[in-house]
């Protein structure tokens, strides 16, 4: 079983910056094709970013490229998304997950993924 703890999230103006961090207690996140997801109140889990096994293959979704930046870091111990130029829609639960080990490319369909972090809030004020 895979546990996972997001950090980061806050609350920004416009514009603004803000790292999102997720850490998988005791793996290496090298082992995972993985994701970030967003949830808006009264609206569906979506896709946001994925990266693959190696970092090699990354996908954005269209509302967010060009503005957020997903990577591991060289350990492969952490999963960051930066997340720049913020606007008012990109408030929501934010989510990291990891797919399957059989997986090396990363989807966009949350069931696809097997393992959720708990999510951390992301407000960003008009």
């Known amino acids: 079983q895979v546990q996972l703890v997001e950090s980061g999230g806050g609350l920004v103006q416009a514009g603004g910056s803000l790292k999102l961090s997720c850490a998988a207690s005791?793996?290496?996140?090298?082992?995972?094709?993985m994701g970030w997801f967003r949830q808006a109140p009264g609206k569906e889990r979506e896709f946001v970013a994925g990266i693959s096994k190696s970092g090699a293959t990354i996908l954005y979704a269209d509302s967010v490229k060009g503005r957020f930046t997903i990577s591991k870091d060289a350990a492969k111990i952490t999963m960051y998304l930066q997340m720049n130029s913020l606007k008012p829609d990109d408030t929501a639960v934010y989510f990291c997950?990891?797919?399957?080990?059989?997986?090396?490319?990363?989807?966009?369909?949350?069931?696809?993924?097997?393992?959720w972090g708990q999510g951390t809030q992301v407000t960003v004020s008009s």
């Open positions: 997950a990891t797919q399957p080990t059989t997986r090396t490319i990363p989807r966009t369909t949350s069931s696809d993924y097997d393992y």
């Open positions: 005791g793996r290496t996140l090298s082992n995972y094709a």
